[in-house]
């Protein structure tokens, strides 16, 4: 492949994150008719922040990591996976330059201020890039996530200079954090952490950020030999602060950070300046007092300096082994083995050793797949269980593994549960040898008809994994072939996946009774026409029917040149005509809460794009409902909740501090009807206080703990636990879910050009990472609305709406139609949009009383 096309490729593959988020739940639905799949995936309605990243370094194939390379290779060159700045390191330990250790100047208040800088924008870290170019040295710390990721991420990254404490969200930035390469990578700025050495590989993982000149203030106190190393005990011993370390374990993908965290996370860096002055202090006087040669006077403050900068040298490297799961799974069986030496018959047993193999290697090939960490998809313990108590249904499975982890609330976990069949496969032995499962595996996870979203996670387990397991037996030759096949199949299963399957656009038309064009539409709305009588056939190919009752409008009348334009399958923003995706421009979030007539005109607002301009527009608007939130003061997500009956007879129900956030409630609920029994009772009265408040603080019951579930849970996790708990489970306002789903029944097209397969998903659920449950100020009274999670956009999108129509009626929707058209054009500058596509669209249209839109007429289908 040239490097051009592997740039293109490699770009194709990011941008299509973002679509795996957006199309997955489409893509769900499109499958369930044919196969019916037994285990709908979980990542089909859940969304983690890591998703919204379009490159990653580090992914979960089985491949090894790839380092920064400084410059291109000139021909000759052997390529090297080395240090990108091993020379400029060793250039630092080989003269090293005494005046550096210079950590304070003028003034210093050791006191941390109220005020910090939150960097979440590009600009704003461009800014801090360039504050800290101008730095002698600054302080560094970082934070990463790990349970719900394969190999961890950067959460946060908190910098201090003398002046300011920056807290930089690695998240919301991750794609550009290669801003601040240069200024962790120059030599003449010295970084200062404490105990650096996870800091170093992290920052290569995630960002190919290499630290070059680094003074460790835990190294220092190795050369001071201090009685402790940990940084808690420098705080105290030198600066008299204390810090609660509980912290390092917390949650760090939360978003806002807890007050508590983001002090937590300023204080690991803030007060690193003043203590590396005050230990190089110490090391030169130890230098004074233990050396009669003046040339040794600095050789503690060296021996420091030295060890810190070999830290930097370290590189990051990708674990790897003969076979998945294999160091695991030894490792487990042999403290097994070592806890129960009296007990034979579980060491005899070669069955109970032979599943906790198969059972790591599927966990981990299901840890890269769903990019979860293996120990969040089946705890040690877990395997430990099913092997030796050999379950036989996929109940007992499941009690099984919430009985060995009794302490969790998040098990069994949603990759177990999601693929509960498999694992019963598994263990039931009805997949033959391990070398055989794991293909098997990912290709029903991975396949064509694959279960479960392809991500840049996992998206290169398919390029790489045939050719990790058949190594041994291919030849070379094989070896290329096979892989330049895969590779193939791989890209264009990606693309079809991810695309739109069939031409979008039929161009079939209809015309009125008079013989006037009135559409181009798809075929299937011409067949509902048909099949109801209320249109004739006038053309066979391409297909045209004509109306036989008077449409009420006419296209010319409203100026909609639009719909008689027939339409071209490519994407509108730059042509490509290989793949595409529909592209709403009014975010469904709004959309589905607009009356129904004003929804109809569907075809206007979704448009064509490739996975390229898709990205840079669904970007763009994901931006501005931001600034649409900021303006109608209506927030993202939903903060607090309170059941509506409590808080009407409870006064002060809406006083700042009354409700819970969905998540809290519905995880709570969640253990407690699972482990309720189990749990500790400290533990279980924790969980029933946050599920009483959002009662308002009474007493509950069973039934309210099974009614609280479902507050936050998506409508397809809803109709999920129905389906399992083989009832219904009672909706209160499940007539109004009838109505939002009503238009399904429209023709199927919706009302004008080929539109059939968008309807389904109008959940609202657009992208929301899953931990923002307090992100945004406002009290809001949940209503309950099966159509809308609470994790997500919808209640917001719900209350703009409202207050739209309240305030300005349809005019105040259409104004803001014209709003997101002139954001879509604005971010794309789409060069092939149709003839008569306008930003001003007035959306008034319809074909009288025929029309499923028609407000006060309803079709009758019979
Ligand atoms: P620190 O700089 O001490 O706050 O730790 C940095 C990161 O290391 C944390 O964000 C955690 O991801 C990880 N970490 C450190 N110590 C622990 C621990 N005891 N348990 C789990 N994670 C830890
Ligand atoms: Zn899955
Ligand atoms: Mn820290």
Redesign the pocket.
């Known amino acids: 492949m040239v490097v051009n096309e592997k740039v293109q490729l490699a770009i194709t593959v990011a941008s299509l994150v973002a679509a795996t988020v957006l199309f997955a739940a489409e893509y769900r639905r499109r499958r369930r008719k044919p196969t019916s799949s037994p285990s709908s995936c979980y990542l089909h309605s859940e969304t983690k922040p890591q998703f919204g990243f379009k490159r990653v370094l580090a992914d979960n194939s089985y491949s090894g990591f790839k380092h920064l390379k400084k410059k291109k290779l000139e021909d000759g060159d052997k390529p090297s996976n080395s240090h990108p700045y091993e020379s400029e390191i060793t250039a630092l330990l080989e003269n090293p330059r005494l005046d550096e250790f210079e950590f304070l100047r003028g003034d210093y208040s050791l006191e941390m201020s109220d005020s910090y800088v939150w960097v979440e924008t590009e600009s704003e870290l461009k800014k801090l890039a360039e504050t800290l170019a101008k730095e002698k040295v600054f302080a560094v710390?970082?934070?990463?996530?790990?349970l719900r990721s394969f190999l961890g991420f950067t959460a946060l990254i908190q910098i201090s200079t003398q002046e300011e404490d920056f807290l930089v969200d690695t998240i919301a930035l991750h794609d550009v954090m290669s801003i601040l390469r240069p200024v962790f990578s120059n030599p003449d700025i010295c970084k200062v952490f404490h105990g650096a050495d996870?800091d170093v590989i992290w920052l290569q993982r995630d960002f190919h950020i290499y630290v070059v000149n680094m003074f460790d203030t835990a190294k220092a106190c190795e050369v001071l030999a201090k009685p402790q190393r940990s940084?808690a005990y420098l705080l105290e011993s030198v600066c008299g602060v204390s810090t609660n370390?509980l912290l390092?374990?917390e949650d760090?993908r939360q978003r806002p950070l807890s007050e508590e965290m983001v002090r937590y996370a300023r204080t690991?860096a803030h007060y690193l300046l003043y203590i590396a002055d005050t230990m190089t202090a110490e090391l030169r006087q130890l230098g004074t007092e233990d050396s009669s040669s003046t040339d040794d006077k600095f050789s503690f403050l060296l021996e420091a300096s030295r060890r810190s900068n070999m830290t930097c040298l370290q590189l990051y490297t990708k674990e790897t082994e003969d076979f998945p799961g294999n160091a695991a799974a030894s490792s487990l069986i042999y403290r097994h083995l070592n806890g129960h030496e009296d007990n034979s018959t579980i060491s005899l047993d070669p069955k109970f050793q032979e599943l906790v193999r198969e059972l790591c290697a599927w966990r981990d090939l299901m840890a890269r797949i769903h990019d979860e960490s293996t120990r969040y998809v089946l705890s040690d313990q877990a395997v430990i269980a099913l092997a030796s108590n050999h379950p036989s249904t996929p109940e007992e499975i499941h009690d099984s593994i919430a009985q060995a982890d009794l302490a969790s609330d998040s098990t069994p976990s949603a990759v177990i549960c999601s693929h509960l069949d498999d694992v019963f496969q598994l263990t039931q032995h009805k997949l033959g040898k391990l070398d055989v499962i794991l293909p098997l595996v990912l290709d029903k996870c991975l396949g064509t008809e694959g279960t479960c979203p392809i991500s840049v996670f996992n998206y290169s387990l398919l390029i790489n994994f045939n050719t990790k397991l058949t190594t041994n037996r291919s030849t070379p030759k094989r070896h290329k072939s096979l892989k330049r096949f895969t590779r193939k199949t791989s890209r264009d299963l990606f693309v079809k996946k991810f695309s739109c399957k069939a031409p979008v656009y039929h161009n079939c038309r209809i015309y009125a009774n008079d013989g006037r064009l009135l559409c181009y539409c798809d075929r299937r709305k011409l067949e509902w026409y048909m099949s109801r009588g209320l249109a004739k056939l006038v053309e066979e190919d391409p297909l045209a029917i004509m109306l036989l009752f008077e449409p009420k409008g006419r296209p010319e009348d409203e100026g909609n040149d639009f719909y008689i334009q027939s339409k071209k399958n490519i994407c509108v923003g730059c042509g490509e005509g290989d793949h595409y995706l529909r592209y709403r421009i009014i975010p469904s979030c709004y959309r589905v809460h607009f009356p129904e007539h004003l929804k109809s005109h569907r075809s206007h607002d979704i448009v064509l794009l490739c996975v390229d301009c898709h990205e840079v527009a669904h970007a763009a608007a994901e931006r501005y409902k931001k600034e649409v939130a900021k303006e109608f003061g209506i927030p993202l997500f939903v903060r607090r909740v309170l059941d509506s009956v409590e808080c009407e007879s409870s006064a002060g129900g809406d006083s700042e501090d009354a409700g819970v956030s969905p998540l809290h409630l519905r995880t709570a609920a969640m253990a407690l009807l699972r482990h309720g029994n189990r749990m500790p009772s400290s533990r279980r009265e924790e969980l029933l206080q946050t599920v009483k408040m959002y009662y308002g603080g009474r007493d509950i019951t069973e039934e309210d703990l099974e009614k609280a579930l479902l507050i936050g849970m998506s409508p397809h996790e809803r109709r999920k636990l129905e389906r399992k708990k083989g009832v219904s489970l009672k909706q209160e306002n499940s007539s109004n879910d009838a109505d939002a789903n009503s238009f399904e029944e429209a023709p199927p097209g919706g009302d004008t050009n080929g539109e059939s397969s968008v309807v389904g998903d109008d959940s609202g659920g657009d992208g929301a990472p899953e931990l923002n449950d307090t992100q945004c100020n406002g009290n809001i009274l949940h209503q309950q609305n099966s159509k809308l999670s609470l994790l997500g956009h919808g209640p917001h999108g719900k209350q703009v709406v409202e207050y739209l129509l309240n305030e300005y009626g349809e005019d105040g929707v259409r104004d803001f139609c014209q709003r997101w058209r002139k954001v879509f054009v604005d971010a794309l500058h789409p060069r092939h949009l149709p003839g008569g596509w306008d930003v001003t669209h007035s959306g008034r249209r319809d074909f009288g009383e025929f029309s499923v839109y028609n407000p006060t007429k309803k079709v009758s289908t019979g």
């Open positions: 710390d970082t934070e990463q996530h790990s996870n940084l370390k390092q374990r760090w690991d």
